[in-house]
């Protein structure tokens, strides 16, 4: 059984740091690319960052590159996603997902991210 559980959000202020992490069980995990997705309130999914199984080659949205950092440890089998300068607009639902951007087949239950003073 394949699953994703997200952890690490929480309540930051601008100009913060988060680190979010994503515990995976139930598929090969060294093998697949995965994804950060987000969903910002009466908004749709938008796609953040992404990277292959090996750990190679990064890729991340504008709105994001420059302040968030993807990573993972193929031994802890865990997605990690540094936040730094965060604004009020990264307030979302943030989700690991397994697969590159827009060709994803699982994804966690999400852990909340809230930028406020």
């Known amino acids: 059984q394949v699953q994703l559980v997200e952890s690490g959000g929480g309540l930051a202020q601008p100009g913060g740091s988060l680190r979010l992490s994503c515990l995976v069980s139930?598929?090969?995990?060294?093998?697949?690319?995965m994804s950060w997705i987000r969903q910002a309130p009466g908004k749709g999914l938008e796609w953040m960052s992404a990277?292959?199984?090996?750990?190679?080659?990064?890729s991340y949205a504008d709105s994001v590159k420059g302040r968030f950092t993807i990573s993972r440890d193929n031994v802890k089998n865990t997605l990690y996603l540094q936040m730094n300068s965060l604004k009020p607009e990264d307030t979302a639902l943030y989700y690991c997902?397994?697969?590159?951007?827009?060709?994803?087949?699982?994804w966690g239950q999400g852990t909340q991210v809230t930028v406020s003073s």
């Open positions: 997902a397994k697969g590159l951007k827009d060709d994803y087949d699982y």
């Open positions: 990277i292959y199984g090996d750990g190679s080659d990064p």
């Open positions: 139930g598929f090969t995990f060294k093998s697949y690319a």
